[in-house]
């Protein structure tokens, strides 16, 4: 039986005690509160720099961060009317159309923020004269897929100086800026190697349909092609690299004057699904499907269900609506929390996963995911 003591103002020492374990509670759950809003604040101080990666990992992106308050220059709060955001696309395509409403669908939920996707019909002036104006009329963000990706790097560092952050998509740019969002362009191609050499029995003559030079996406799916053919495949030979400007049709005009030149080809690979596609018009004219292994890349809905029907063999897929919705949180909250473009220390980028689409594997992507 425990005894009760009693001070000189009758208070009993066991409710003396009581009261500081219920006092030392408090400041345990004040101290856990203000750890869950740090972290929170951590978290979309993280977002706004583009750190978060998905299948990869960036780096810290503030250059001269207070060590003291964690102050990265943010700016007072911007008045509530309506913001301007734009996405200017290479030209009218499958996979921009798909950024364009991952980035609308995230876009639209804010109320204040007002977007346009903008054409900029493959034309390098085309795409600076548009970043042109979107910095006149004072832009909050401005999404980018950059026709050629050194053209444009003035055009991006004036909007940076002008404390508009760019973000790209799936094509960067050799002026650094707020963030890049895109699939894995080299270790992807690397296992497209990897999957075109395996259908191929690991020997035989292969051929690449090619983007138009002075592209970053270009080089990083054509060196990881070729990398990862002579880590995984070192018998099969690259016959042909040609330029067939993404394009489908333009692709089967180049496969077939490749065909003529080597009637032995075994392989192609389309650095896009367009190109893919074209030489997958070209099998079927020449009776050819089954006989000739071609991969593409991108993974858009016609290259998948091409894939599901035994024609196309097979494609890196990504989910390009969810580069879109990386993409526009990212821009909500730098546009918004007004963190200024003078505040990146480095690039921000944003690594999307893939899966290498083949007959095996299509039925695993879901409608809902195809675009």
């Known amino acids: 039986m425990r005894s009760h003591f009693w001070d000189r103002n009758g208070r009993s020492h066991l409710e003396e005690t009581a009261q500081t374990r219920l006092n030392t509670r408090e400041e345990d759950m004040t101290e856990a509160t203000t750890k869950t809003n ?9 977002l706004a720099l583009g750190s978060a990666a998905i299948g990869g990992a960036a780096a810290g992106l503030f250059g001269g961060i207070d060590v003291t308050t964690g102050s990265v220059g943010v700016q007072p709060a911007r008045a509530a009317t309506n ?47 548009l970043i042109e104006t979107l910095i006149n009329q004072g832009a909050a963000a401005i999404f980018l897929q950059p026709i050629d990706s050194v ?9 940076k100086r002008a404390g508009i952050p760019v973000i790209t998509l799936n094509i960067d740019a050799t002026e650094a800026h707020a963030a890049h969002v895109e ?13 075109l050499g395996d ?9 690449i349909l090619n983007a138009p030079p002075g592209i970053i996406i270009r080089d990083q799916r054509t ?13 099969i030979k690259i016959v042909a690299d040609q330029v067939a400007d993404w394009d489908r049709k333009k692709a089967q005009d180049v496969l077939n004057t490749i065909l003529v030149a080597n009637p032995n080809l075994g392989g192609v690979y389309g650095v896009n699904d367009s190109m893919a596609l074209g030489a997958v018009d070209v099998a079927k004219e020449k009776g050819l499907v089954g006989k000739l292994v071609i991969f593409g890349n991108d993974g858009e809905t016609d290259a998948l269900e091409s894939i599901a029907a035994g024609d196309l063999t097979g494609t890196q897929y990504t989910d390009v609506y969810q580069q879109g919705r990386l993409a526009a949180a990212a821009a909500t909250v730098l546009a918004t929390g007004l963190v200024p473009a003078t505040a990146f220390g480095q690039q921000g980028h944003l690594l999307m996963p893939y899966v290498i689409a083949t007959k095996d594997t299509v039925g695993q992507i879901q409608p809902s995911q195809r675009w």
């Open 38 to 46: 740090d972290q929170r604040r951590n978290f979309l101080k993280g």
């Open 83 to 129: 913001i301007k955001m734009s996405f200017i696309q290479w030209q009218p395509h499958t996979v921009p159309a798909a950024w364009s409403k991952g980035i609308e669908e995230v876009l639209k939920t804010q109320q204040v923020i007002d977007y346009q996707l903008l054409d900029g019909q493959n034309k390098v002036e085309v795409q600076v004269s």
């Open 223 to 235: 060196n990881g092609f070729v990398d990862g053919l002579k880590q995984h495949h070192p018998d």
């Open 151 to 159: 053209a444009l790097a003035p055009s991006i560092a004036k909007a």
């Open 199 to 207: 259908a191929m029995g690991g020997k035989g003559e292969v051929a």
């Open 183 to 195: 699939m894995n362009h080299y270790f992807g191609a690397m296992d497209i190697a990897k999957a």
